[in-house]
Each structure stands twice: as C-alpha cells, then as structure tokens.
C-alpha cells in the first residue's frame, strides 16, 4: 500500500507560479513511477507529469517549458513546480503512484488560475 498527500495548491493570477507537493507513505526510491494527472469540470482526467524509476520523464504537451516533476528522495516527496500558469491550468491535481502493477491516488488539491 502507499498513501499520497497532496500541498501546495491554491489561487494565483495568471503567469503566477505554484508548487505542488506529494508527500509518500514509503520510499520513493521503491516506486515505479511517480507522476501529476489533473482534471477540470467536463473533462477526463489527463496526464501532466511522470517521472519513472529510470529518471525518464514525460510531460503533456500543454505544460513543456512550464512545468518540472521533481523528487526528493530523503523527503519520499515528488514536486510540481508551475511556472507562467494560465487559466487552462484550473483543475483539480491529483498526485499518482505506481507500484508493483497498482496504481495509488492522493486526494487531489485544487489550483486555480484567473486571468
């Protein structure tokens, strides 16, 4: 089992920046991957960030040169920072897990972008 809790969330004007944290009930080092989905009203939740076991990372193309996963393995906490947000980016950000073939969900945490 891993637990995931989600910080960092909240409202800023647009070309403002947050940075999301999501702190794990285990080591990080153990995970297979790590990542940020969100999902506003109407729509599926979509992937924003994955960083893997392997160091590769993938990002959505909304977000490349805006966004950066990171991780801090001592803390067992991965990061979104988020940089030049835009309205767009309104959503509900939920962090994600993946271990040993299960995939493990924060609770979410809102961030809102006026323009």
């Known amino acids: 089992q891993v637990q995931l809790g989600e910080s960092g969330g909240g409202s800023v004007q647009a070309g403002g920046s947050l940075r999301l944290s999501c702190a794990a009930s285990?080591?990080?080092?153990?995970?297979?991957?790590m990542g940020w989905y969100r999902q506003s009203p109407g729509k599926q939740r979509e992937l924003v960030a994955v960083?893997?076991?392997?160091?590769?990372?993938n990002y959505a193309d909304s977000v490349k040169g805006r966004f950066t996963i990171s991780r801090d393995i001592a803390k067992n906490t991965v990061y979104l920072q988020m940089n030049s947000l835009k309205p767009e980016d309104t959503a509900i950000y939920y962090c994600?897990?993946?271990?040993?073939?299960?995939?493990?969900w924060g609770q979410g945490t809102q961030v809102t972008v006026s323009s």
């Open positions: 994600n897990a993946l271990w040993a073939s299960q995939n493990y």
């Open positions: 285990r080591s990080i080092f153990a995970l297979n991957a």
């Open positions: 960083r893997r076991s392997d160091g590769s990372t």
